[in-house]
């Protein structure tokens, strides 16, 4: 009898150290975001550089290539707006039950909610940059996510700018039938770029008198320290719109990136960028001087899109 008692108090406990076990695991389950990436966010991450997708081209152009993949995170940093989300979720839920609504909470969370990734092209004379934005909000009908996905190109030189919406298929601004091929450089003041090379060029046209007044008034400042991204040296500088910000801008290449302000040496793609405004972007893939199929600075010119052009066909 006694042997009974001891083996029923024995299981007893067991019980209930697995459903105290259990219990925990469950809180963990309720309060610890599962560290799962989305199916969009693989989707991306795993999508091929534009320049891939159009593959070898008789037209080729010399580009700086950069992806930077990043986060928008805000004032509090990206784990708040994560927790923000599953309050929000939460509260779906239980609006959801008392009105007797069938409720398909996810069961794993993005790395982010508001997360980005950039391709940028930069030649001589054009830049492109292609933004992905991927933004994830509570659906109201089922308390599950709703992906917001946005992607767009800028496309800019000393001729102007042109915003192509991907997504839409439309392009506004700038955007002419060569694709700025023929833009003139930047004309650059400062410092001959690393091997006595001075990056000079002629700005015959207002629109290039104006790019480069407003660079010189954006001009960034060089911090003087340095850092070594995916093999390439790059030197931080720091960001004129953001007073705490910087921006690691390579060193070597052949010439300087076309976005490059007043005064910037070495090929000037950006490798990191970091914002107390809440934006954090950092290089997963990089090349410098790589051969590229020159239709990565013209997506608007292919079938389907509207173009409003400010600039005229010629």
């Known amino acids: 009898m006694t042997t009974q008692r001891g083996n029923a108090a024995l299981t007893s406990l067991r019980l209930q150290a697995r459903t105290a076990i ?3 695991a469950i ?8 560290h799962a990436t989305t199916e969009g966010e ?3 991450a795993n999508s091929p550089p534009p320049h891939e997708r159009l593959g070898a081209g008789r037209d080729s152009v010399k580009v700086h290539w950069v992806r930077l993949r990043g986060y928008f995170e805000g004032a509090n940093g990206h784990a708040a707006m994560l927790d923000d989300l599953k309050a929000q979720v939460q509260s779906c839920v239980r609006a959801a039950r008392l009105a007797g609504r069938q409720a398909r909470p996810p069961l794993a969370w993005p790395d982010y909610v508001n997360s980005t990734q950039r391709d940028a092209y930069d030649s001589a004379n054009r830049s492109i940059s292609y933004s992905t934005t991927l933004l994830y909000t509570v659906n109201p009908s089922d308390c599950s996510l709703l992906e917001n996905r946005r992607t767009m190109a800028t496309l800019a030189s000393t001729k102007g700018i042109c915003e192509i919406d991907l997504g839409g298929k439309r392009a506004h601004g700038f955007c002419d039938a060569r694709a700025h091929a023929d833009a003139p450089p930047l ?3 400062g410092p001959p770029a690393p091997g006595g090379r001075t990056s000079v060029a ?3 046209t207002r629109a290039a008198r104006e790019a480069l007044e407003n660079a010189m008034m954006l001009a960034p400042a060089k911090s003087g320290e340095h850092k070594t991204i995916l093999g390439i ?3 931080i500088w720091k960001t004129p719109f953001d007073p705490n910000g910087t921006a690691c801008l390579s060193r070597g290449g052949s010439f300087v990136a076309a976005h490059a302000t007043s005064g910037l040496t070495g090929s000037s793609m950006e490798l ?3 914002s107390t405004l809440g934006a954090n972007l950092h290089a997963v893939k990089a090349e410098l001087d790589a051969k590229v199929n020159a239709n990565v600075f013209a997506p608007y010119l292919a079938d389907g899109f509207a173009v ?3 600039g005229g066909r010629k």
């Open 22 to 24: 259990a219990l925990m």
């Open 27 to 34: 809180a963990r389950l309720a309060f610890t975001p599962a």
């Open 42 to 44: 693989n989707a991306l």
């Open 187 to 189: 004309t650059r003041t």
């Open 202 to 204: 002629p700005a015959p």
């Open 233 to 235: 040296e790059c030197d």
């Open 272 to 274: 990191e960028i970091t």
């Open 308 to 310: 409003t052009n400010l």
